[in-house]
């Protein structure tokens, strides 16, 4: 059981940088691999990017890599997404999201969800 909350979400011009974090609570947080993912409106729910349990492997959406870094600090159970060179289409409600298993890209995968943050990128 894993209960997660994001922040760091606003209001940025295209070009520009933006940091989320999503803070676990309890003392388990290095039992779950962390994903991020986005849902814009009308539009179906996208995998990010995640990280495994002990911060050794992340995998990324085509699209963000080399934009989007994730990292996580298992002793202060937090993840991170450094979003950078942000776009319009970047637009979204920006969820972190965890797992007992390893990495996968369907949502349906994922057992434990924030509430999410807005990012909105303005040209």
């Known amino acids: 059981q894993v209960q997660l909350v994001e922040s760091g979400g606003g209001l940025v011009q295209a070009g520009g940088s933006l940091r989320l974090s999503c803070a676990a609570s309890?003392?388990?947080?290095?039992?779950?691999?962390m994903g991020w993912f986005r849902q814009a409106p009308g539009k179906e729910r996208e995998f990010v990017g995640g990280?495994?349990?002990?911060?050794?492997?992340?995998y990324y959406a085509d699209s963000k890599k080399g934009r989007f870094t994730i990292s996580r600090d298992n002793a202060k159970n937090t993840v991170y997404v450094q979003m950078n060179s942000l776009k319009p289409e970047d637009t979204a409600v920006y969820y972190c999201a965890a797992r007992t298993g390893t990495i996968l890209v369907p949502h349906i995968a994922w057992e434990y969800w924030g509430q999410g943050t807005q990012v909105t990128v303005s040209s």
């Open positions: 990280i495994s349990r002990s911060g050794g492997s992340t």
């Open positions: 309890g003392r388990t947080f290095s039992s779950y691999a």
